[in-house]
């Protein structure tokens, strides 16, 4: 069950809510062994769709079902696989049998208990750039899987699955819920969503990319490494209400796009959201929340970002945590999904770059940057209670304000420090010092001269 104090924000009216998603109807204790299944996720990269998939159910034309009952239980078996068009409507799609590849699942949809896929499968080896997409239309479905499925998988350039109205449970690792990759598209509305295994993310792309709409749904993963939303792609979700236990509401690895709009989220593990690059620094990287709430559980950041360039921006939105809204680090997140690693495990790593706007919102806590990393961090219509420091070494800030207040909890430095009224009057210092950068860009106007601060402290150039 999921605690919500709000489900969708309508204009300023917020229902008070608790929202239910599919754990509250099959107890992830019942699935406990499943759900501690580590994946072998050491297995040797492959680069062509292998073949055959394999399924209980095979739609290669045009089918439209309703009213069944359909299932399997083999091994790196699908229930359906659809190289055409699918409708399924009122039907319940059940799959147990476990996945032998990692790969073959998490690339090509091999053992999830919907594949969708574009044509060439049906062909052997047929190159992909010749495929046609496939499509599925799914509206009143319940699909449950255990030992580790995807509940519905889309893949390839011009594959489309809808999901409408749809219950989807989980148990096992790997068993994302709306999954796309390979260049495929998902529509996604009036979902519920649980997952309990690890790296089971409730929304997912993958390599090369996947797209994903999702709106007016409840996500709830439970597992090490499972996110709201896993970001290979573009993720684009409106009034979604989630709880990701052990995992962030957004991982992204590399140059994707986040957009959340009325989402209200809470994360467990590594951060509110966890963004990164997994082997050379990225950027062009791009987080939106609009209108949303992210909280934290435990002491962890609200936006953490590891050997990354990337530009957030937050408007009207909340970050509740226990005392940091923004790492910047020299860091990435594992294959393992549960620390931060350092150089000696990836020898690309370099300082993770963050460009933050804020408009229109009120937020309260620290910006810790880590080895040369930066948060410029620009505040219009806003206000921001707190203070910029060093994790370890050298820690960069640019502080932009504009019609915005900063209300200092200590000293600190920075770089940049601007303000659109020029006299620094956006500063409530309550006696803090804020050490600048005197040759900074930006800093030309304060002539490198201590500028009394509202409050009894000072801007001091060094
Ligand atoms: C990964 O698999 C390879 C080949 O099967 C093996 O040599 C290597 O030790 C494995 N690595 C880990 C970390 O298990
Ligand atoms: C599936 O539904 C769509 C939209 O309702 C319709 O256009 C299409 O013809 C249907 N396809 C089949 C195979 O029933
Ligand atoms: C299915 O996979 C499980 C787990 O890998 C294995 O124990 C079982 O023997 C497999 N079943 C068959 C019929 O291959
Ligand atoms: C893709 O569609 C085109 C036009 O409809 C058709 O000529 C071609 O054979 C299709 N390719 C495959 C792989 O089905
Ligand atoms: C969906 O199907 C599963 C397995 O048959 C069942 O346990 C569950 O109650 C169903 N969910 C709903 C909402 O009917
Ligand atoms: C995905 O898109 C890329 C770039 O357009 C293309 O090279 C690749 O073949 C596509 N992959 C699939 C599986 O359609
Ligand atoms: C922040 O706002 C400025 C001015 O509107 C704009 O130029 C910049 O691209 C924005 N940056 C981000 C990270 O959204
Ligand atoms: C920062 O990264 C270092 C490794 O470079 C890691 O040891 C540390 O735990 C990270 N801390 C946070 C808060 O990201
Ligand atoms: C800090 O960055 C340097 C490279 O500039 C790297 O060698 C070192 O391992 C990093 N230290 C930590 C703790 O991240
Ligand atoms: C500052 O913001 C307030 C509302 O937040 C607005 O009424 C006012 O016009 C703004 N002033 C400037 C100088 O932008
Ligand atoms: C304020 O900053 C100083 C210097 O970085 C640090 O030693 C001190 O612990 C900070 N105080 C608080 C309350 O965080
Ligand atoms: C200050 O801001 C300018 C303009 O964004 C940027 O080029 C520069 O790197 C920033 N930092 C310093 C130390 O000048």
Redesign the pocket.
């Given at each position: 069950m999921l605690f919500s104090n709000l489900i969708f924000l309508v204009g300023t009216s917020l229902a008070a809510v608790s929202v239910t998603d599919p754990s509250d109807i099959i107890s992830p204790s019942l699935w406990a062994a499943d759900n501690a299944i580590i994946p072998d996720y050491n297995v040797s990269f492959i680069s062509v769709q292998p073949n055959p998939i394999v399924a209980a159910y095979t739609v290669t034309n045009s089918a439209s079902i309703s009213y069944e009952t359909l299932s399997t239980a083999l091994n790196q078996t699908s229930v359906l696989l659809v190289t055409g068009e699918l409708n399924l409507t009122y039907s319940t799609v059940i799959k147990s049998g476990y996945a032998s590849n990692l790969l073959e699942s998490s690339f090509y949809g091999f053992n999830a208990a919907i594949n969708v896929v574009c044509f060439p499968s049906r062909f052997n080896g047929e190159a992909n750039d010749q495929a046609n997409g496939s499509t599925g239309n799914f509206d009143n479905v319940n699909v449950t899987v255990h030992n580790g499925a995807a509940n519905i998988y889309v893949y390839g350039t011009g594959s489309v699955v809808h999901v409408d109205n749809a219950w989807l449970y989980s148990s096992g690792p790997v068993s994302h819920g709306v999954y796309a990759s390979g260049n495929g598209t998902a529509y996604v509305s009036n979902v519920q969503h649980f997952s309990g295994g690890k790296r089971s993310s409730s929304f997912s792309g993958d390599s090369p990319a996947g797209y994903l709409h999702i709106s007016d749904s409840v996500a709830h993963a439970a597992g090490i490494g499972s996110a709201t939303f896993y970001a290979l792609g573009e993720i684009y979700a409106t009034n979604v209400v989630a709880l990701s236990e052990n995992g962030p509401t957004v991982f992204m690895d590399g140059a994707q796009k986040a957009y959340l709009t009325n989402c209200e989220t809470t994360a467990g593990l590594l951060g509110g959201v966890a963004i990164f690059s997994s082997s050379t620094r990225e950027s062009g990287a791009i987080l939106s929340l609009d209108n949303s709430k992210i909280t934290t559980l435990g002491p962890i950041p609200g936006l953490w970002f590891g050997n990354v360039i990337i530009d957030v921006s937050l408007h009207a939105s909340e970050l509740v945590t226990s005392g940091v809204l923004v790492v910047a680090n020299y860091s990435q997140i594992t294959q393992d999904f549960d620390y931060y690693a350092d150089y000696s495990q990836q020898p690309n790593l370099q300082p993770a770059e963050v460009y933050v706007n804020v408009t229109e919102s009120t937020l309260v806590g620290d910006l810790v940057a880590y080895n040369s990393s930066l948060i410029?961090w620009s505040l219009s219509k806003s206000s921001w209670m707190g203070t910029a420091y060093s994790g370890f070494g050298e820690a960069?800030f640019?502080v932009h304000l504009d019609n915005s207040t900063w209300t200092l909890t200590n000293s600190t430095m920075v770089?940049?420090l601007t303000d659109t009224d020029g006299s620094l009057s956006g500063i409530e210092s309550q006696g803090f010092d804020v050490y600048y950068?005197a040759?900074?860009?930006?800093?030309e106007y304060l002539g490198g001269k201590t500028i009394a601060l509202s409050g009894g402290g000072n801007a001091i150039p060094i």
């Open positions: 410029s960069y640019d770089q940049n950068n040759s900074a860009l930006l800093n």
